[in-house]
Each structure stands twice: as structure tokens, then as C-alpha cells.
């Protein structure tokens, strides 16, 4: 089979040649359009709805692991509802906890079960609709708050991942269904399409979890995109991208001396993502919030899992002045980043949303990344899939802020209307106003950035954005002075 590495630049990129499409292989028998589509991304039941499921992963024990998490169970209805939360683990444990939510608040649950676990999920049922359940990690790495998986899906997607001499992913698979599960892993590196023996067949056991390290067979690999595909039954899949700081002496990627043959490189910045992947590629992939250069390093890295090439049009939405769309072809089991901090029609610190198209039709999988140091006030790392389904209704069921974290809400709009949007708080069984908060103008095809906790020192409710039109709405937490980049898509409210 032919080999070719994943391309590092986008000039690159428009000359190489198309591969061999991996769906061939006996391990990936049909194309990932021709695969039924799981529900594209988590969204909250009907508030008449009896019943809801959320599937979460990716986390560890908080005895030492680098995601220590809680599931954080947002009820935006107007009654109490009861939450069972099954804990899942790498190593067959279970442990169930039952909480109620009341009406207008939020619950939190830690991730714990007696004696431990490397690795840790959960699956959570909520006996009513209107609610939504996020993964909150809080550890060394830094915050972030991602929402839970609604459904399963025989295909998940990531474009993007790193293992180093300092930074690993793990992927955990979680079947919360009746029947074991046999999937299989395939992956696009910068050494080329590979299916390692040992991430073929793999079972992930009925209501359990299964953890892969991707460095026990993928060493050494500067990008990874992974390809997950299940031959019987259906996974909910999860990535968490770790990295710790650099050892003494060793070559820092995009140095001279990285580029020794013989040198072992390391990634600069530390920190943590916890990432649901993607059910299906689309043709359409939207980010709020974008910001790059002045020490934050931005990438748009796409992936084309299928077997036609895919013409793209990136296009970024500067708050000051306009940039260019970026207009590139992605061949079939490729991927291709465009970073944003070293394009010169994207001006340092100017902040943008970013709206990624297919303009042939053909479906990809696209995630921001984001890295950040000094001189930025910033530090760590973020990870998002872009977002796929505008609502008129948001729940941000983690919203998080202290005086070591600065809290943001990003509104996109991508209608031709302009709309006043509304930011409320769900506080001691009530709905109210964001302290301060007047209702946001939103001019078409703009996006609006609202910083939550200025004048306060700290906010932990839900939130519950309401727009006349559908919108886009994000939730990002940024440490001060501490580790964390936290990027996550809002839940939306049927």
C-alpha cells in the first residue's frame, strides 16, 4: 500500500498525490457515507421528553491521573428530576451514584470509584428532558468542560493527536448497550495510513469501557488522526491528549535541532484535553471563538476520512478588518493543518470566529487547537471540534469561573439577520438575568465575545442563552496565572 505522510503545510498539501482509500481494507468495508449517521451532537431531550441518556469519557481517577473529572448534571426544566449515574471504568469496576437535580440548578458528581481506576466514564440516565450532562476536569493540566456523548454510533472521528517523548492520547471507548462490541482502529500519521494488528478486533465489553493507549503502537508520532469503526454493535469514543513539560535537554519541535534524524523531539507546552469525537465527517464545521499569535498558537487541522478528495473553504471572521477565505483540496486519508498564528491575513491578537465548508460536497472532521505560553497570560492547551447544528436555545449546563479562571461566552451568528440575544443564569430554582448582563446584539454573520465573571470573583451555575434566530454559542475557560485552556460547544435545547 502506499505510504504518505500527513501534510505540514497547506502548499504542500495542493500537490500531494491521493492514497489509497483505507475503507478497502477488510477491517473498513464501507465508506463513511455510506454508514447510517449517529445523532450528529449531543442535544438536550424535549423538556415533555420521560427520559434522556448522556454517555461520558476520557477521564481518570482523581487520585493522581492527568483528567480528574466530575459529571455535571444541568436541569433547566421547571421541576426536580432524578439522575442514576453508572461509573465506568477501564478495569471493570462499577459504581452507581442517584442524585436529584432540582428545578433551575445543576449537580455535580464526582468520577470516584472505591479503590480507583486508570481510566474512567460514565453513563447517565435523567428521568425527564430539558437537561444536559458535561464532563468538568479540573486537574494539573488545566479546566475544561465537554459535553457528553447523546448516542452511540458505529464510526467516531479525531483530526487531530501527538505521542512524544513528553505527550501520549489515550482513546476510551465506552459501550453502554447490552452486546459486546468489535472494533477497529485505523489512523493517518505523519509516517503514513496505519492499522497496527494489535487495534484490530478489539472488544469493548456490553455496559463497560476499553482504553487504548495510541503510544503502545503509534511511538513517536507528531499527528494522529484516528479512524475508529466498529464491526458489531456501538461505541461512544473519547480522546484525551496529554503532555508535561519537556525533559532537560531535549529538542523542542519547530527548533533546528528537532530536525535531527536522530533527535528525540518534545512538544513545548504542557497541559490536557479531553475531546468526544466526531459520529460522522460534515460538510459544515463552525468555531465561535478564535484567537492567535502573541504567544497563542491556533490550528485548524482537518481530516478527510473518506475516499474522494475534499475541496475546503476556510473562511475567518476577523473582528477588525477582513481576511481572505483559505480555498484547499484534502485528498482521501489525508489531513491537512492550517495554522492560523503563521498567516499573514490573520493578524496577531485580533480575535475571529471561523466557519469551515465543503464546496464539493465531500463530509471532513475539523478541530481547533490551540496552545498557549508567554508572552500570553495564558497557558496550556485546548482542543474542540467544531460545532454543527446552530439553536435558538443553549444550555451551559459547566460554566465555570474564579478568580484563577476567566469565563467567556462566544455568540456566532451566521444568519443575514441581527439578533438580541439573552444570557440567563440558573440559580436556586430560578432563571434570571446575568448579573449586569443586558441583552447582546449580534449583527449577521458576526460573533460576540461576553466575559462572565468581570466584576465578580467567581460564577459555577448553568447557563441558558436564548436567540430569536438560530446562533452559535460556545463556552471557553482560560486560567490566570495557572494552567488551562478550556474549549467546549454549548448543549442545544430542543
Known amino acids: 500500500m502506499a505510504r504518505a505522510p500527513i501534510v505540514g503545510a497547506v502548499v504542500a498539501a495542493l500537490v500531494a498525490g491521493a492514497l489509497i482509500d483505507k475503507a478497502a481494507s477488510p477491517q473498513t468495508t464501507a465508506s463513511p457515507a455510506s454508514v447510517p449517521a449517529a445523532q450528529q451532537v449531543p442535544v438536550a431531550a424535549p423538556a415533555k421528553a420521560l427520559s434522556s441518556s448522556w454517555f461520558c469519557g476520557g477521564a481518570t481517577d482523581t487520585s493522581g491521573g492527568y483528567a480528574p473529572a466530575s459529571v455535571v448534571i444541568a436541569n433547566s426544566g421547571n421541576t426536580a428530576t432524578n439522575a442514576v449515574v453508572d461509573l465506568i471504568t477501564s478495569n471493570g469496576q462499577r459504581h452507581q451514584v442517584t442524585v436529584t437535580v432540582g428545578p433551575k440548578s445543576r449537580q455535580a458528581v464526582t468520577e470516584d470509584v472505591p479503590g480507583g481506576a486508570p481510566w474512567i466514564g460514565a453513563s447517565v440516565d435523567v428521568d425527564s428532558g430539558a437537561t444536559s450532562v458535561e464532563q468538568f476536569v479540573n486537574g494539573p493540566g488545566g479546566v475544561t468542560a465537554t459535553p457528553c456523548g447523546t448516542s452511540g454510533s458505529s464510526h467516531w472521528y479525531f483530526a487531530a493527536g501527538q505521542t512524544l517523548v513528553n505527550a501520549g492520547v489515550e482513546l476510551t471507548l465506552v459501550n453502554p448497550y447490552p452486546s459486546d462490541s468489535v472494533v477497529d482502529l485505523s489512523f493517518t500519521t505523519d509516517q503514513g495510513i496505519e492499522m497496527p494488528v494489535e487495534d484490530q478486533g478489539l472488544i469493548v ?82 468555531w465561535a471563538d478564535g484567537q492567535a499569535g502573541n504567544g497563542v498558537g491556533e490550528q485548524y487541522v482537518i481530516y478527510n476520512p473518506g475516499p474522494v478528495t475534499a475541496d475546503v473553504r476556510l473562511s475567518v471572521q476577523l473582528d477588525q478588518g477582513i481576511a481572505e477565505p483559505f480555498e484547499l483540496s484534502v485528498p482521501p486519508d489525508q489531513v491537512i493543518p492550517i495554522e492560523s498564528d503563521q ?36 497557558s496550556g492547551l485546548g482542543d474542540m471540534l467544531g460545532a454543527r447544528v446552530p439553536a435558538q436555545r443553549w444550555l451551559l449546563g459547566a460554566s465555570y469561573a474564579d478568580s484563577s479562571h476567566d469565563g467567556w461566552v462566544v455568540l456566532y451568528n451566521p444568519t443575514n439577520q441581527a439578533v438580541q440575544v439573552t444570557i440567563d443564569m440558573l440559580s436556586s430554582g430560578s432563571e434570571v438575568a446575568l448579573a449586569g448582563q443586558t441583552p447582546v446584539s449580534l449583527a449577521p454573520g458576526r460573533r460576540v465575545a461576553v466575559h462572565i465573571n468581570q466584576g465578580r470573583s467567581a460564577l459555577e451555575v448553568a447557563l441558558v442563552v436564548k436567540s430569536p434566530m438560530p446562533i452559535y454559542a460556545e463556552y471557553d475557560i482560560y486560567g490566570i496565572g495557572t494552567p488551562g485552556v478550556g474549549l467546549g460547544s454549548g448543549v442545544p435545547l430542543s
Open 205 to 286: 465489553p456490553r455496559g463497560g469501557m476499553l482504553a487504548v493507549n495510541l503510544g503502545d503502537h503509534l511511538r513517536r508520532r507528531q499527528e494522529i488522526a484516528t479512524t475508529v469503526t466498529a464491526r458489531t454493535g456501538r461505541v461512544v469514543a473519547w480522546k484525551t491528549q496529554w503532555v508535561t513539560s519537556p525533559p532537560s535537554g531535549a529538542a523542542i519541535l519547530g527548533t533546528p535541532a528537532a530536525s535531527n534524524p536522530l533527535a528525540d523531539p518534545a512538544t513545548p507546552i504542557p497541559g490536557v484535553t479531553v475531546t468526544l469525537g466526531a459520529p460522522s465527517p460534515s460538510t459544515n464545521w463552525v
Open 343 to 378: 498567516q499573514a491575513r490573520i493578524p496577531a491578537g485580533v480575535t475571529h470566529a471561523a466557519v469551515l465548508q465543503s464546496t464539493n460536497g465531500v463530509a471532513v472532521v475539523a478541530e481547533r487547537v490551540v496552545a498557549a505560553s508567554s508572552p500570553s497570560s495564558w
